[in-house]
Nanobody
Framework: QVRMVESGGGLVQAGGSLRLSCAFP????????VAWFRQAPGKEREYVAA????????NYSDSTKARFTISRDNTKNTVYLQMTNLKVEDTATYYC?????????????????WGQGTQVTVSS
């Protein structure tokens, strides 16, 4: 079973920063686009950001683009989400997801592979 593996979550005060990592397999799998989604208790899963295979193209949700940065290191098969100026409303479980193409990247249903999630809690 293909696994995307997230790490880096934790507890941080409002205004603080965290960097999430997502390790993804490549051998035998067509994972090129990688995205981050998040889900808070009682809420629907929300798109955060996505990055193309080369890293040259990125896309962000309106709520995060000024504070979050997505990047990738293909030598390590890892995608990162640098989160700054965190707010209480950023508290959620953060998931990374993978697929082939870079279109409609905000649609969670289009992703083939998902991780188990990493918890981010922002305290006031």
């Amino acid at each position: 079973q293909v696994r995307m593996v997230e790490s880096g979550g934790g507890l941080v005060q409002a205004g603080g920063s965290l960097r999430l990592s997502c390790a993804f397999p490549t051998r035998g799998f067509s994972i090129r686009t990688v995205a981050w989604f998040r889900q808070a208790p009682g809420k629907e899963r929300e798109y955060v950001a996505a990055i193309s295979e080369s890293g040259a193209t990125t896309n962000y949700s309106d709520s995060t683009k000024a504070r979050f940065t997505i990047s990738r290191d293909n030598t390590k098969n890892t995608v990162y989400l640098q989160m700054t100026n965190l707010k209480v409303e950023d508290t959620a479980t953060y998931y990374c997801a993978g697929r082939t193409g870079f279109h409609s990247v905000w649609r969670s249903i289009t992703y083939d592979y998902w991780g188990q999630g990493t918890q981010v809690t922002v305290s006031s």
